[in-house]
DNA sequence: ATTGACACTAACGCAACGTCAGCGTTTACG
DNA sequence: CGTAAACGCTGACGTTGCGTTAGTGTCAAT
């Protein structure tokens, strides 16, 4: 028979705990002595492991007092049930931590961003320095003719050129806030997003879903962006982020 | 200026959620009426989806507050502290679904085992039969002519084979019960475990470092396995656990 | 004037303990 | 044997991000 801090010093977890299993039923101690004093058996100290063990895999204690209280209970079906759990949660965070990196990567570079203007409006020095942001990306993956490439791309458009490519970006703004109503999913919206990819791929730099992923997190993250998008139509900016997420999703495989 | 609700409704949040931000001070309203209506303007909305940015990743609200408050925070840092964090969550999760894998494999064959033998006084038969739970995976991994090999192996050795095993599993068990005091990453009990392994492998099955990593944790899951460790040594069974995941670890790359 | 629809403010609930606070028990030491 | 240290006990609040009543007030329409 062992007293609380024994017991916890064995199993590694603190005295609170063994309260708390107490209380809501987890785990009672064998024995009480004529003061209270919880004293547990070799017994108590194996249910006690195993308490641990499927607790180390992330069961709520509340499912771990159904496997341990009734031997009838489907511990597999449970076990399977939770693992479905886990792989959720696993994805949810891949997807936090896809976000994160683009914000990131956008952050990074944003110090050569500090003109007034907003991408809409981008004068071409400033297109040219946002993608810029990308130039090493660009380059560890397809070479470096290719940011060369797009240097010439943007350098050699004209000013009617520009105005051009301006009015084509105006015209698929307006195309989606047409049908913001029906969702960042809806077709038309989706194939407005595709264009616009296209439009920045033709034009500027080759638009990676990555790269593409990370503009749309700019234009939440960025007030610079979201100010300038939401002129267009409140709450712009962030749907425009949600189809553009949506979109990449779609094309991911 | 808009009512909750619909900024609610905007905005794809509950009601609640608006008032809890009013709250704790991180999204206050730009105005209220008279009979005390919160009233929200379009540059609320904006910091909403900010906030709602933030969130997406998974930062605190307390984190988004500092974010958002103080404008010379360092989001940068603030971000990839997070990602780090994430990262480490991942890694937990991964870890979880793992020992779930393993103890699932385990219960999946389980009815073949419902023998009171124990592991290490197991019957040639049982120690088949336990060998049979890893049988598809093995052969998916190394072709079938192996599992074919495993079953040869058990079957051929001889009644005083048999005991000799015996002996040299409790030398073992007791090597590391000796120095249990030390740990379970302590480097004889680690050398002990090794040569555990060695010993499954050269006379059972190519014991994997999945399938022995598995052993493990059927060690403290099955409470047949439990007991009969436990005879050994109080706590001996999750000892070992610990020792073989230790054991795993160091052996991964 | 009544009736919905909508708004407000508490305040409890959840998960799994951490962390005091206030107070009794056991043990070791002089 | 007295006393202090070490240990034990029971509340009860704090944490995180809201969900969920509960009780009550306001506004627009009939």
Redesign the interface.
Known sequence: MYKVKEVAE?AGVSVRTLHHYDKIGLLHPGALTDAGYRLYS?EN??VL??I??FK???LPLEEIKNILDRPDFD??KT??V??EL??E??LR??K??Q???N??QT??GGRKMESKELFNGLSMKEIKEHQAKYADEVRDKYGKEMTENVDKKTSAYSETDWSDIQTTTNEIYYRIIANMAKGPDDAEVQTAVGEWRQLITERYYDCTLEIFRGLG?LY??D?RF??NL?KYH??F??FL?EAIHHYCDQHKN
Chains 1, 2 share one sequence.
């Open positions: 064995i070799d100290l194996e492991q195993q641990l063990f180390e895999i992330g511990r597999k076990l399977e939770h693992k886990l792989l949660k696993k965070i891949e936090m931590i976000t994160l990196d914000t990131l952050l990074k997190d939440v993250a007030e979201t100010k939401n409140e709450n900016a962030p982020q």
